[in-house]
């Protein structure tokens, strides 16, 4: 029998990745000091792992180009997980020299999407990703692996459930400590979700599981409350819904913490986050990038001026 | 590609048998009524009509037309009788309006509805700010609404504010909801729409209330009206699903901001619910497409930029 509302998990562990995936699918080039501002904002909001940057080539994604000075600039707290992409060993090495305690590797469960992004397969993106996990093994640094393009595809459309848990398990084995899932496009709604999770969870045990929503079509978080029905209990935002989405002109892309943190305060579901400061944090970046905020929360509380 | 996933006869089949919800939803569009009466600028005529008609080729089976409300109250629903009678009205769609008073009703129908919609609230203070009195004398004021209906076989609906919380009171405790519910559908109202109305409702909170009220309502006769203001409306709606109700209310465009937040958000796009209940395969009925190019027609009148995601994501295709 399906569990419905109740045998939801006490405690979700946000993963907070505005820094990374939200600013760097934002036009704006942010400057470095107002990077680090955010990431020291964020760190005390109560939020446990905070995406900090990519240790990519500069060339391929000029907002983290200064990976190495916000990776050294930001203040670090103890207890939170301050993890950053590093898409080859170069971009690990580079990392590690810089600081960096935990790594995350991105793979794709779609063929088209890999050789569009990282112009390889998915089995040579996983050769690649073998090198890394293997030196941040020797060195006990925990690696994260992405499984992008979950629920869809910009090019290929429909995307098998079997196909990400085959490429979920192969992350899983080589030693990825967590498999964040990604709805890269937006484009899942509650049914896919479901699907999509129960391939993945007959190959990888569900603590090792995350959901990475994504907003475009308006279904992140009732795609992030199925997940959280079937036990998933760590999920990726990005505060004030930063990043949109680079495949679908003027939409929008992550989902906003602060909308995905009051969803679970309203379940009584712990995360250990503090709304308000997130809310703070979101208006900081938002001011700073010159927008609005993509949360609904932060928009209806800031004409109100206090929440129920 | 997305409109293609989300239709799908392998992905509509496999969700539909998954058997966890209903079959069928049917939404009950109001967005020409609780989505224009929410927006500054006032619509003329015309495009109100065009509005309704466009609604009425999507596929949509209710459309709520407008409310017979003085316009001293209500500019927006000023035309009321011009609209009523101006629209077209096809077979097999039911175009139902508010009618908060006697008055009101017998203007309606004159006017040729042939269903109408009551508000009642779940909350005292909503009630005395909104109409001036208690929730106890609004139902005796429709009573007698009821009673005219009764005797001209005109459906009523009744919607229930503040199911999940109200401006002034807060907290509203699930067995008020219940009672008033209760009250509405003894009354003979043949469907209940629970409001979220500022929309600070969690699916734990609409679990709550749900259990409440279907205690008293029997689930075929309910209906969920969520607003988005918090980010919230899909996720409550989901669980509402599971928890059986069947009839969904929504906005074309999201049409309707907050009238307690403003600039916040306020009815949950129509597009977006039905992107997602396509892709958990139960029939709607609705025409996805037609309804975004309604809801461009509109914004474009309105000159301003929807509220609904789906839309902002397809506009450039």
């Not at chain 1, 301050?82 to 898409?87: A, G, H, I």
């Amino acid at each position: 029998q399906e569990a419905k509302t109740s045998g939801l998990p006490e405690y979700v562990k946000i993963v907070e990745v505005g820094p990374r995936d939200g600013l760097q699918n934002e036009k704006v080039i942010v400057p470095t000091d107002i990077k680090i501002e955010l990431i020291n904002r964020l760190s005390k909001t109560g939020l446990p792992a905070i995406e900090v940057t990519s240790f990519v080539s500069s060339k391929w994604v000029p907002q983290m180009a200064d990976h190495k000075e916000v990776m050294r600039g930001i203040e670090r707290y103890p207890g939170i997980q301050y993890p950053v992409l590093t898409p080859n060993l170069q971009g690990f090495h580079s990392a590690i020299a810089a600081g960096a305690t935990e790594v995350s590797v991105f793979g794709a469960a779609s063929e088209s999407f890999s050789k569009m992004n990282i112009n390889c397969s998915i089995e040579e993106s996983i050769d690649k990703f073998e090198e890394v996990v293997k030196a941040a093994r020797n060195m006990n640094i925990p690696v994260r692996g992405y499984v992008s393009c979950a629920l869809g595809c910009p090019y290929e459309g429909n995307i098998t459930p079997a196909k990400v848990a085959e490429v979920s398990k192969r992350l899983y084995s080589m030693g990825c400590y967590e498999i964040s899932l990604g709805d890269t496009i937006g484009v899942g709604t509650p049914g896919s979700m479901k699907r999509m999770l129960e391939a993945v969870m007959k190959e990888i045990p569900l603590n090792a599981l995350a959901v990475h929503c994504h907003d475009t079509y308006g279904q992140a978080l009732a795609n992030i409350l199925t997940a959280i029905q079937m036990g998933v209990a760590v999920v990726d935002s990005s505060v004030a819904g930063l990043g949109g989405c680079p495949y679908a002109k003027g939409a929008t892309g992550n989902v906003a913490t602060e909308d995905v943190i009051y969803m679970l305060n309203g379940l009584g579901i712990n995360t250990g986050v503090n709304l308000y400061a997130v809310m703070e944090a979101g208006n900081f970046i938002c001011t700073a990038l010159n927008k609005k905020t993509n949360s609904k929360v932060a928009q209806a509380s800031s004409s109100i001026g206090t929440l129920n | 590609p997305a409109l293609e996933l989300s239709l799908s006869p392998q992905v509509s089949a496999a969700a539909a048998a998954a058997g966890a919800f209903p079959k069928r939803v049917k939404v009950v569009e109001v967005g020409p009524r609780d989505g224009l009466q929410n927006e500054k600028t006032v619509v003329p005529t015309p495009v109100k009509i065009s509005l309704i008609n466009m609604l009425s080729e999507t596929g949509l089976q209710v459309i709520e037309a407008t409310s017979f409300v003085s316009p001293k109250w209500v500019p927006q629903m000023a035309d009321h009788t011009e609209v009523m009678q101006g629209i077209n009205k096809l077979p097999g769609i039911s175009y139902p309006v508010l009618t908060p008073n006697l008055k009101g009703f017998q203007a309606a129908v004159a006017a040729g509805a042939k269903e109408v919609s009551i508000f009642g609230a779940a909350s005292e203070l909503f009630t005395k700010k909104n109409i001036n009195c208690s929730i106890e004398e609004s139902l005796e004021r429709f009573d007698e609404v009821m009673t005219a209906a009764r005797a001209a076989s005109i459906p009523v609906r009744g919607y229930v504010s503040c199911v999940l919380g109200c401006p002034y009171e807060g907290k509203i405790s699930p067995a008020k909801v219940a009672e008033v519910s209760k009250k509405m559908y003894s009354m003979g109202c043949y469907e209940i729409s629970l409001g979220d109305t500022i929309g600070i409702g969690t699916p734990g909170s609409m679990k709550e209330m749900l259990t409440a009220v279907m205690k008293e309502v029997p689930v075929g006769a309910l209906a969920v009206h969520c607003h988005d203001t918090y980010g919230q409306a899909l996720a409550n709606i989901l669980v509402a699903l599971q928890m059986g109700v069947s009839v969904v209310d929504a906005s074309v465009a999201g049409l309707g901001g907050c009238p307690y937040a403003q600039g916040a958000s306020g009815n949950v796009a129509t597009e977006d619910l039905v992107y997602m209940l396509n892709g958990l395969g139960i029939h709607t009925g609705v025409d996805l497409q037609k309804l975004m190019d309604t809801g461009t027609f509109i914004c474009n009148a309105l000159n301003r930029r929807t509220n609904s995601k789906v839309s902002q994501a397809s506009c450039r295709l």
